[in-house]
Nanobody, 121 residues
Framework: QVQLVESGGGLVQAGGSLRLSCAAS????????MGWYRQAPGKEREVVAV???????NYADSVKGRVTFTRDNAKNTAYLHMDSLRPEDTAVYYC???????????????WGKGTLVTVSS
């Protein structure tokens, strides 16, 4: 069973930066559409950014200009670089992706287990 595995979360001061990574737990044929989502305590999960396989991105208004979503298709890995972090960015960040595990399979959607980002004021 393939999984998406996030890393790079941690504690950072307001104004600081973090880079989150998301990778498949084993070799897969292809990862297509990907997204980063976050869930703050007591709130619903919300989209942060999405990216197509070709690299086209869209960002939530709350992070636009502070976040950059990139991917390395050869490594089946995605990155979320976050600058100028604010206390309200504190949340568990989840990676999501449409994964084609083999040439013969179709896409299936997967979630990672999340990585915690805490921004102190």
């Amino acid at each position: 069973q393939v999984q998406l595995v996030e890393s790079g979360g941690g504690l950072v001061q307001a104004g600081g930066s973090l880079r989150l990574s998301c990778a498949a737990s084993r070799s897969v044929f292809r990862i297509n559409f990907m997204g980063w989502y976050r869930q703050a305590p007591g709130k619903e999960r919300e989209v942060v950014a999405v990216i197509t396989r070709g690299g086209s991105t869209n960002y939530a208004d709350s992070v636009k200009g502070r976040v950059t979503f990139t991917r390395d298709n050869a490594k089946n890995t995605a990155y979320l670089h976050m600058d100028s972090l604010r206390p309200e960015d504190t949340a568990v960040y989840y990676c999501n992706g449409d994964i084609r595990t083999s040439f013969y399979s179709g896409d299936m959607n997967y979630w990672g287990k999340g990585t915690l980002v805490t921004v102190s004021s």
